[in-house]
């Protein structure tokens, strides 16, 4: 009698292959992914603006969150960690937050008003690296406080994070259109062309990179 040949064996070998390959992906990008910490900021004004504060960070998070890639750290748990140090110097806050959550960046900020203006400054410090970038813009109105917090969080996504945005590019294609005019109007002068706020790599105590 002709014995019959099955298929089981094979396809749960092949299911056990697939598997592992999964899990080792998984590995992989589990190892890949950044995490980022942000700080809440400072707000410097004759009044309280707690909602603008609010605001920042809710925008930061969902802005720079990533999926596969960057994980933010939960506000609630920072929050904890800050109300457990006490009042302790810049630097030594932003060191103890990275070892507390095992984070690769720490990102600080305040907002500043002055003379019926606002200006809006941030620093995300790379822990491993020991180094920083500034990013900065300013505002003539509280209502485009939020928005502009936007523009430094696709500004840091695609120059630490290398990650493509629909508002970086349209930052990148006005500022191309400005220098092609002044261009135009100078041709005796050339020089680099850079979103609004940002300049290149400078280098001093933390390895600063510093976007004015």
């Not at 909602?51 to 596969?68: D, E, P, T, V, Y």
């Not at 904890?80 to 140090?85: A, P, S």
């Not at 406080?145 to 970086?168: G, H, S």
Request: with cysteine.
């Amino acid at each position: 009698m002709k014995k019959q040949f099955s298929l089981k064996p094979i396809s749960l070998f092949i299911f056990i292959v697939l598997a592992l390959m999964g899990s080792c992906l998984q590995g992989f990008a589990q190892t890949t992914k950044q995490t980022i910490a942000i700080l809440p900021f400072e707000m410097i004004s004759s009044s309280q603006r707690p909602h603008i504060q609010k605001g920042a960070l809710q925008m930061l998070h969902s802005r720079l969150l990533w999926k596969n890639h960057i994980e933010v750290v939960d506000k609630n748990t920072i929050q904890t960690h800050l109300n457990n140090m006490g009042q302790i110097d810049t630097d030594n806050t932003i060191e103890r937050i990275a070892n507390l959550t095992g984070c690769n960046y720490v990102l600080t900020g305040s907002i500043t008003h002055f003379a019926n203006a606002f200006s809006i400054d941030t620093k995300i410090y790379d822990i491993k690296n020991n180094k920083y970038l500034t990013f900065f813009e300013q505002s003539k109105i509280i209502d485009d406080v939020i928005p502009k917090l936007n523009i430094i969080a696709a500004k840091i996504n695609k120059t630490v994070f290398k990650r493509e945005t629909v508002i970086y590019e349209n930052l990148v294609k006005k500022e191309k259109e400005k220098a092609m005019q002044w261009k135009r109007q100078n041709p005796e002068k050339l020089m680099p062309v850079f979103p609004q706020g940002e300049q290149p790599e400078k280098s001093s105590f933390w390895k600063i990179w510093e976007y004015l």
